[in-house]
């Protein structure tokens, strides 16, 4: 059965601070596909980033950088130089690639983050 | 451009009361999603419909009916909602969908506030 879990339910950094959070997933496919989600305080959930089980490379995206590692079933999030913008909660998904296709997305629980001014 | 919108942004109704959630995409995605999110929890899937026809229902009580009238539209048909029923309700597109091989990062909306009284 697939499974997310992220740890830190809640993290407050001071602006301007790194803030990386962890995504540890479960999963018995060989192929998969992990993704990123920023909940603001509005509602909408906002799509970061997709990243395929057989595509290991590290991405930067400005501020944002995924780090993927298969070895450990882990695929962390880093903030760099975090602002307010940044407070929200962020999800971390997985969905499989089965014999019929992809599967639903199996979100973890979320971590609060608050970027103090 | 990656917009889905929903309306109402937020809905009040009676236990009595028949209601329907409206979500719009002009993405030309092949599936839609519902949600449900409680305060605090990541969203639960409620239905998935894929090329306009139901693929998924979650085990939904039938006091949630779907509809999908065309390609671009999904509505939620609400009657005799329950207290416990008050979540936000996010409506969520993918180019490609579930049980399907391709794209399936969801684009979400900004979701109805509902409050069942």
């Known amino acids: 059965a697939q499974k997310v879990t992220q740890a830190q339910t809640e993290i407050s950094v001071v602006e301007k601070e790194d803030v990386t959070l962890d995504c540890v997933y479960e999963t018995r496919d060989t192929t998969y596909y992990l993704f990123w989600y920023k909940q603001p305080p509005s509602g909408e959930l906002v799509f970061l980033i997709r990243r395929n089980s057989f595509d290991e490379q590290n991405e930067i995206s400005g501020r944002y950088s995924w780090n993927f590692q298969k070895s450990t079933s882990s695929f962390n999030f880093t903030i760099t130089a975090s602002q307010v913008v940044d407070s929200a909660v962020y999800f971390c998904?997985?969905?499989?690639?089965?014999?019929?296709?992809?599967?639903?997305?199996?979100f973890g629980k979320g971590t609060r983050l608050s970027v103090i001014a | 451009d990656t917009e889905v919108t929903q309306t109402p942004k937020h809905l009040v109704m009676g236990m009595t009361n028949k209601k329907s959630l409206k979500c719009e995409q002009h993405?030309?995605?092949?599936?839609m999603y519902w949600y449900k999110q409680k305060a605090k929890k990541p969203p639960e899937l409620m239905f998935v419909?894929?090329?306009?026809?139901?693929?998924i229902n979650e085990s939904v009580p039938s006091r949630f009916s779907p509809e999908c009238p065309n390609s671009s539209l999904l509505n939620l048909h609400l009657h005799a909602l329950q207290p416990e029923d008050s979540a936000l309700y996010l409506c969520a597109s993918s180019q490609d969908g579930v049980n399907s091989v391709g794209y399936n990062e969801q684009f979400f909306g900004p979701g109805t506030r509902l409050t069942v009284l």
């Open positions: 419909y894929s090329y306009e026809k139901l693929s």
């Open positions: 993405m030309g995605h092949r599936a």
């Open positions: 998904a997985l969905s499989e690639f089965a014999n019929s296709g992809n599967t639903p997305l199996v």
